[in-house]
């Protein structure tokens, strides 16, 4: 149940950022997920969060209002990776979306490791990693994974931002150079 709230809070995050959804529905979705969490720490960090933004409401230029809501969001999105470490892909301040957070965490589940990552635009949110498989073939695993599609030479992306997973395959358990 943790990780599956864990994984909610980014998308409504997400969604956010991207304007999809405005201060009120984030609101109401923190509230949602706060009864939800018997995660003490999660609780408290939403709770914090949803008490930051609440205090935005009195701020009358919405110019304003926006880069505080996401510096919130941003401090939010460190401290979720303080939490859950290696449940929640990012750099710099940088979060994978949803749907590669989920395919990277399905392919170190079966273990896969992460072994470089990296920035392609900052302005789209569109990130790079490698994993390095041992043993087995990722497509199959990925299909199942909402919002990620796959290329000729097993690259898996996203279609919200282009962010991609580049598997490096190692069937002799060495290391990349």
């Keep these: 149940m943790k990780e599956e709230l864990l994984f909610k809070l980014l998308s409504i995050i997400e969604r956010y950022e991207h304007k999809f959804i405005d201060r009120e529905y984030l609101c109401n979705s923190l509230d949602s997920i706060l009864e939800l969490s018997d995660e003490s720490n999660l ?5 914090e ?20 809501i996401i510096e919130i969001i941003r401090k939010l999105k460190i401290e979720l990776n303080i939490l859950f470490p290696h449940k929640i892909f990012f750099i710099q301040n940088e979060t994978a979306c949803f749907p590669i957070n989920t395919l990277l965490n399905l392919l170190c589940s079966m273990g896969g490791q992460v072994v470089k990552s990296k920035i392609i635009d900052q302005h789209f949110g569109e990130l790079e990693f490698q994993i390095l498989l041992k043993n087995f073939e990722a497509s199959e695993l990925a299909n199942g994974v909402n919002g990620i599609f796959t290329n000729e030479m097993d690259d898996f992306f996203c279609d919200c ?5 580049k598997v490096i395959k190692n069937l002799h358990h060495e290391q990349p150079s």
Excluded: A, F, G, M
């Design 43 to 47: 609780r408290n960090l939403v709770k």
């Design 49 to 68: 969060s949803l008490y930051l933004i609440d205090n935005t409401i009195h701020i009358t230029n919405s110019n304003e209002i926006e880069p505080k």
């Design 161 to 165: 931002h282009w962010s991609v997973v």
